[in-house]
């Protein structure tokens, strides 16, 4: 797709080439995935015995912590790393083998994000990389790689095939946790 913007359509909107583009984002990105990888992915971060940690990019940030805000309802020990670089090297500590962390990376990739990845893959995280078609130097730590189709007529990138994709995996985690979740929901609201 090309990276600049397109004229107005017939009908004087600039929507229907977005809306074009970001459809076929969608259906190119979920023909790349196989039911066995979201199956696998869903398993990990539903598994209660480890912790979830959840980060993002200058852009891509908002996605993790929209995932990171679901998945927190239905289990424990779900963390968004929010702030300044220094507060996420210092929960490296509390990763390890059974902990997944979900990245969050499309171009212009984040350095600081790439060092951090290395790190939780040298104690043994299992990471989840959410990244574009060109693929974040994360991949090369990461356990499962989503790479989502990202390009549209503007000059921004697009991160809703990415978004779709995190909707797709909370829901299904959702369903695989249903009775534990149901009862931490209901106690969550009694809370409030």
Known sequence: ASRTLNPPSPNGGAVPPMLEATLDNLRETFRHLSDKQLADIVAK?????????????????????????HLAIIQPNVF?????????RD???DMGKRDVLVIFDIRRYQDSLVRFAETAHQR?????????????????????????????????????????????????VTRQLEADGAKRIRELESLR
Do not use: C
């Open 45 to 69: 971060l539903a598994d209660r015995r480890g912790k979830t940690f959840l980060i993002g990019g200058r852009f891509t940030d908002p996605l993790a912590r929209y995932m990171a805000a």
């Open 80 to 88: 968004h790393l929010a702030g300044q670089e220094s507060v996420w």
């Open 91 to 93: 929960r490296l500590i």
């Open 124 to 172: 043994g995280v299992q990471i989840v990389l959410f990244t574009d078609q060109w693929l974040s130097p994360i991949a090369r730590f990461a356990r499962h790689v989503i790479a989502g189709r990202t390009a549209v007529p503007s000059a921004w990138d697009s991160s809703a095939a990415l978004f779709v994709v995190a909707e797709t995996l909370i829901g299904a």
